[in-house]
């Protein structure tokens, strides 16, 4: 099964806090996967701050289009204990 992202909040810098339909909750680095192409606006913290959750794909996405794999993102989150 797909996970679905339900919730995104901007925390700091290309961090940002996700909650999954399945209940998995927890912070997301981003940085290290900023760079060229489409994702290369996301290295302005003010652009990066404007993700949002697309309400067909069930992930993070930008204005530009710019959107990571919900399954990579699920893989991502760092749960807190």
């Given at each position: 099964m797909i996970p679905k992202v339900i919730e995104a909040k901007y925390v700091r810098d290309f961090v940002l806090h996700l909650r999954f339909a399945d209940g998995t909750e927890g912070d997301v680095d981003l940085g290290d996967k900023l760079g060229g192409g489409v994702f290369a606006?996301?290295?302005?913290?003010?652009?990066?701050?404007?993700?949002?959750?697309?309400?067909?794909?069930?992930?993070?996405?930008?204005?530009?289009?710019?959107?990571?794999?919900?399954?990579?993102?699920?893989?991502?989150v760092q749960v807190k204990a």
């Open positions: 606006p996301l290295c302005d913290p003010a652009y990066f701050r404007q993700a949002t959750v697309h309400p067909e794909l069930h992930t993070v996405v930008w204005p530009n289009g710019a959107d990571f794999a919900p399954e990579f993102l699920h893989e991502r």
